[in-house]
T-cell receptor
């Protein structure tokens, strides 16, 4: 089945630790995105990538880093520089500019 | 700068009632896309519709309908004869058609729709 997978579903980390969230898609989409969602809030764009080896900062990139070494994969690292990392993280992909984005099931990160 | 406003934080109706979710947007782009997504309790966003800015025809899909009015910068979503399974958070979103990079979506804060049996 085609789609987007994110792992793990729930993640707990101690304050000060870096953590990497996985996102894989088998839709053959060029573009991939990372969003953050806080309770009662809409989604905010962290990073996006249009093609392999290229990515751009979104609205709230500080404290996060990404890589795009393969078309199918777009991992997000939440670094210790992110002041408030506890949130729900959603990965998405789209085929072309303006196309609908398909979302993964999300990873809920809790920093203790 | 782009902005999407969903003024209704939460709506509660009884099953079988019709309900309209409001969405107002701001953008300086002349061409753009508008979207509606549904987020059930599981958390995964489900795509409902995409509308481009030069197509103002209303659209109906089963019990769902969308009213796009460029003159008032609104893209409202109506559910007819609501059902309990429609309970979810609904997001309106905006994407520029910049011709450049694959920009992300600008989301509203969402409307939590509760359908009571």
């Amino acid at each position: 089945d085609g789609g987007i997978t994110q792992s793990p579903k729930y993640l707990f980390r101690k304050e000060g630790q870096n953590v990497t969230l996985s996102c894989e898609q088998n839709l053959n989409h060029d573009a991939m995105y990372w969003y953050r969602q806080d309770p009662g809030q809409g989604l905010r764009l962290i990073y996006y990538s249009q093609i392999v080896n290229d990515f751009q900062k979104g609205d709230i990139a500080e404290g996060y880093s990404v890589s795009r070494e393969k078309k199918e994969s777009f991992p997000l690292t939440v670094t210790s520089a992110q002041k408030n990392p506890t949130a729900f993280y959603l990965c998405a992909s789209s085929d072309r500019l303006g196309d609908e984005q398909f979302f993964g099931p999300g990873t809920r990160l809790t920093v203790l | 700068a782009q902005k999407v406003t969903q003024a209704q934080t939460e709506i509660s109706v009884v099953e079988k009632e019709d309900v309209t979710l409001d969405c107002v947007y701001e953008t300086r782009d002349t061409t753009y896309y508008l979207f509606w997504y549904k987020q059930p309790p599981s958390g995964e966003l489900v795509f409902l519709i995409r509308r481009n800015s030069f197509d103002e025809q209303n659209e109906i899909s089963g019990r769902y309908s969308w009213n796009f009015q460029k003159s008032t910068s609104s893209f409202n979503f109506t559910i007819t004869a609501s059902q309990v399974v429609d309970s979810a958070v609904y997001f309106c979103a905006l994407s520029p058609f910049s011709g450049g990079g694959a920009d992300g979506l600008t989301f509203g804060k969402g409307t939590h729709l509760i359908i009571q049996p």
